[in-house]
Nanobody, 118 residues
Framework: EVQLVESGGGLVQPGGSLRLSCAAS????????MHWVRQAPGKGLEWVSR????????YYAESVKGRFTISRDGAKNTVYLQMNSLKREDTAVYYC???????????WGQGTQVTVSS
């Protein structure tokens, strides 16, 4: 059974930092690209970032480019999202998602809440 368990969310002031983690199990982690997707209150899903299987290639939404960094640790079967210079508009539930074929999403974690507020 595929399991993706996010952690690391919380309340942070504007300009602050958080690191999200996603522990993966139930599949061969090194065989899949991984994504972070978020959903702000009252809004639809927004893709945030992707990291390829070997960790050598990463992609970012324009809204987070230069502030967020995605990475993965194959030994720990974990993907991370380092979020710096956080803005109020980054407030959302952040989901860890396994890549399906091409750029599809085929398995989701339960999400972790990030709230940016003073």
């Amino acid at each position: 059974e595929v399991q993706l368990v996010e952690s690391g969310g919380g309340l942070v002031q504007p300009g602050g930092s958080l690191r999200l983690s996603c522990a993966a199990s139930g599949f061969t982690f090194s065989s899949y690209a991984m994504h972070w997707v978020r959903q702000a209150p009252g809004k639809g899903l927004e893709w945030v970032s992707r990291i390829n299987r070997d960790g050598g290639t990463t992609y970012y939404a324009e809204s987070v480019k230069g502030r967020f960094t995605i990475s993965r640790d194959g030994a720990k079967n974990t993907v991370y999202l380092q979020m710096n210079s956080l803005k109020r508009e980054d407030t959302a539930v952040y989901y860890c998602v396994r890549n399906g074929g091409m750029w599809s999403f085929d398995s989701w974690g339960q999400g972790t809440q990030v709230t940016v507020s003073s």
